[in-house]
C-alpha cells in the first residue's frame, strides 16, 4: 500500500450514484470481468493473477525477441533505405515505449496531474449524513475554516452557523440552515447507530483514572469507516481518485474494527462482498473498484491479503460481539483461501515471493526469491484461523492440514527471519519495518524476541515529528509519517500490555488529525496533514488499539 500510494495526488471525485445493496443466495465467483456490468450490488472476481500484465515498472526479458516491426525483412532493400528503416523503427519504438509507460502510469494513478484549482486530497473530511444509502463528499478547504462536525455526527456546522450535510437517501450535500428538520434528523440517526455498538475509549488513564480523551476521535473514526463502507460491502480506502478503492487487506482490518466496536452488520456486509469477490482458485485482485469489478491495471495478486482476511473472518467469528451463524455462508471462502496457501508453500515452508502491503514488486526487495515477513506473518495468522475454524466446525481433515501447514510457516520463520531478528526480508543485515509486529499480538502469542525486533524496528523507523516511516531506509519521501505503520505499532503495544507506548502512538495519532478531527493518511515533518483524510486503515486500527486497552483481544491459538 505505501509505495504505491506516495504518489502525486489527484483531484477530487464526485459521488456516484449508489446501488441498493442485492446479496446473492450464493457467493458469486468469476474468472474475468464480465463484458456487462453487474446489477447493483452484485460484484466480479476480476482477472487472476496468470491473467495480469506485467508490472509497469517490471523491465522486459534481457534476451527477449525483437518486436514484430523489427524483424529482418525477406528481401534486403539499399543500404541508405535499411539505415533509414531502423532508424524510423527506433523512433517508433522509443515513441510506443513512451506512450506504454505514460499508459502503464496513469493505469496505477502515478501520472495523475493534480487539478491546481481544485482541492485535491486537502479536505480534512467527509460530509456526510444519517441516512441510508451512507456517503459522504469531501468537504472544500475554503468551507473548512472553522468548521467542526457536530457531536457524534457526520453533519458539519460551519464556520457562519450553516450547516452542510447530506440529506437521507441523497448523494450531493446541501447548505441548510440550523433550523431545518433535516439536521436533526441526520444526527439522530448518526447517534443511534453509534449507540448500537461501543465506542471505545481505552479506558480511564492509568495513571490519574480520568478520561484519555480519545472518545472523539474513537467516534470519528467509526463514523468514517461507515461512510467508506459502500452497500455492497466494498470498504474503500479513502473517498479520493487514487484511494477510492477496496483493498482485500485493508478491508479485513475494518471487519475486526465494526465486529470489536459492536457493529457486525457492517463486518458481515465487508465479508459478503469479499465472499463474493474471491476467484475459484482462493485468491484475490489486488484492489476492486467501488462496484466490485476488479482493477486490472497491471497489480498482480498480493498473498498477504488471503491470510488478512482469514484473520478477520476468525476474529468475527469468535468476538463475543457477533452472531454466531455467519460462518456457514462464508466456508467455502475460508476453505479456498486456507487451501491455497497451504498448497502454496515450498519446501522449506515459505509462500513464494509476493507483493504486500508496501505493493512494490517484489524483485525490489533485499531478497526476491523469499517473501517478506509482510507476506509471511499474515500467511501464518491466516493458516492458524483457518484451522480454528475448521475445529469449531468440526472439519477436522481441513483443521489437521491447515495446522500442518501453520506449523510448518511458523518454523520457516524460527529458521529464515529468527537468526537475524525479524528484518523485512530474511538476510544479514535486513532493513526493519512495521511488518514484524504481524507476528506477534494480536495475531500470534509474543514471544520476546520478536518483542525486542518491534522495539529495534520502531527505532529504525521514527522520525522527528513523531511518527514512523513504512520502514528502514524509506524510498520513498523520508520526512513523512504514515499513519497506518504509526498506528500498527500502537495496536501491537496496546495488545501487549504495553500501555505507555500504546497510549504515546494513540496520542500522537488523536493531536495529527485533519481540522475536523479526521485521521489522514500521512503527517509532514511539521505536523500537518500530508495525505488523504480519511484513511480507512489507520481509523480501523486506532479502533482496535483502544479497544485492546479496555479488554484482550483474541490471538489465534497456535499450532
Not at 183 to 197: C, F, P
Not at 244 to 250: A, F, H, K, L, Q
Not at 364 to 391: F, I, K, M, N
Request: proline share 12%; hydrophobic share 40%; net charge neutral.
Amino acid at each position: 500500500m505505501a509505495e504505491e500510494r506516495d504518489t502525486t495526488v489527484a483531484p477530487l471525485v464526485p459521488a456516484e450514484p449508489l446501488p441498493t445493496e442485492t446479496l446473492p443466495a450464493e457467493p458469486l465467483r468469476a474468472e474475468t470481468v464480465p463484458a456487462e456490468p453487474f446489477p447493483a450490488g452484485i460484484t466480479s472476481a476480476g482477472t487472476t493473477s496468470t491473467e495480469l500484465p506485467p508490472p509497469p515498472h517490471s523491465a522486459p526479458p534481457p534476451h527477449s525477441a525483437p518486436p514484430p516491426h523489427e524483424a529482418p525483412l525477406p528481401h534486403k532493400a539499399p543500404p541508405a533505405r535499411r539505415r533509414s528503416r531502423r532508424r524510423g523503427g527506433a523512433r517508433t519504438l522509443r515513441r510506443v515505449t513512451a506512450l506504454l509507460i505514460v499508459a502503464a502510469l496513469i493505469a496505477t494513478g502515478g501520472a495523475t496531474v493534480p487539478d491546481r484549482s481544485g482541492p485535491g486530497w486537502a479536505s480534512p473530511g467527509l460530509i456526510g449524513g444519517g441516512g441510508w444509502p451512507f456517503t459522504g463528499v469531501p468537504l472544500s478547504p475554503d468551507q473548512a475554516e472553522g468548521a467542526s462536525y457536530l457531536p457524534d455526527s457526520s453533519v458539519i456546522r460551519l464556520a457562519d452557523g450553516r450547516i452542510r450535510l447530506i440529506p437521507t437517501g441523497g448523494e450531493q450535500p446541501v447548505t441548510v440552515d440550523a433550523s431545518d428538520p433535516r439536521v436533526d434528523q441526520a444526527i439522530r440517526s448518526d447517534n443511534a447507530w453509534l449507540s448500537q455498538g461501543v465506542v471505545p475509549t481505552g479506558g480511564l488513564d492509568p495513571a490519574t483514572g480520568t478520561d484519555m480523551g480519545y472518545r472523539n476521535m474513537a467516534a470519528r473514526a467509526l463514523l468514517d469507516l461507515r461512510l467508506l463502507t459502500r452497500p455492497n460491502g466494498a470498504s474503500l480506502a479513502s473517498w479520493y481518485t487514487k484511494w477510492r478503492y477496496c483493498w482485500p487487506r485493508d478491508s479485513a482490518f475494518a471487519v475486526a474494527a465494526f465486529t470489536v466496536t459492536g457493529h457486525p452488520a457492517e463486518a458481515r456486509r465487508i465479508l459478503r462482498f469479499l465472499s463474493r469477490a474471491q476467484t475459484d482458485n482462493g485468491m484475490w485482485a489486488a484492489r476492486y473498484n467501488p462496484d466490485g469489478t476488479a482493477v486490472a491495471d497491471g497489480r498482480a495478486p498480493q498473498l498477504d491479503s488471503l491470510g488478512w482476511v482469514l484473520w478477520a473472518t476468525w476474529f468475527h467469528r469468535v468476538h463475543d460481539s457477533g452472531p454466531r451463524d455467519e460462518l456457514p455462508e462464508l466456508w467455502p471462502m475460508v476453505r479456498r483461501a486456507a487451501d491455497h496457501l497451504a498448497r502454496s508453500l515450498d519446501a522449506e515452508g515459505l509462500p513464494p515471493a509476493s507483493s504486500d502491503y508496501w505493493e512494490r514488486d517484489h524483485r525490489r526487495e533485499e531478497d526476491p526469491r523469499r517473501p517478506t515477513l509482510g507476506v509471511v506473518g499474515p500467511v501464518l495468522a491466516g493458516l492458524r484461523s483457518a484451522a480454528d475454524l475448521a475445529e469449531r466446525r468440526g472439519e477436522g481433515g481441513d483443521a489437521a492440514r491447515w495446522h500442518r501447514a501453520a506449523q510448518r510457516v511458523s518454523e520457516a520463520v524460527d529458521r529464515q527471519f529468527a537468526p537475524y531478528g525479524y528484518p523485512r526480508s530474511p538476510v544479514p543485515g535486513g532493513l526493519m519495518d512495521t511488518s514484524v509486529t504481524f507476528i506477534a499480538p494480536p495475531f500470534t502469542a509474543a514471544d520476546a524476541d520478536v518483542t525486542a525486533a518491534i522495539a529495534d524496528a520502531a527505532r529504525k523507523t521514527a522520525l522527528p515529528n513523531g511518527g514512523v516511516l513504512p520502514g528502514e531506509r524509506w524510498s520513498g519521501n523520508p520526512d513523512v509519517a504514515w499513519t497506518p505503520e504509526t498506528a500498527m505499532f500502537g495496536l501491537n503495544a496496546a495488545a501487549s500490555g504495553r500501555t505507555d507506548d500504546a497510549l504515546s502512538r494513540l496520542s500522537w495519532l488523536s493531536a495529527h488529525r485533519t481540522s475536523l478531527g479526521v485521521l489522514p493518511e500521512k503527517v509532514g515533518p511539521t505536523g500537518e496533514p500530508a495525505g488523504p483524510a480519511p484513511l480507512g486503515w489507520t481509523a480501523s486500527l486506532v479502533l482496535l488499539s483502544l479497544s485492546a486497552l479496555e479488554r484482550p483481544l483474541p490471538v489465534p491459538p497456535a499450532d
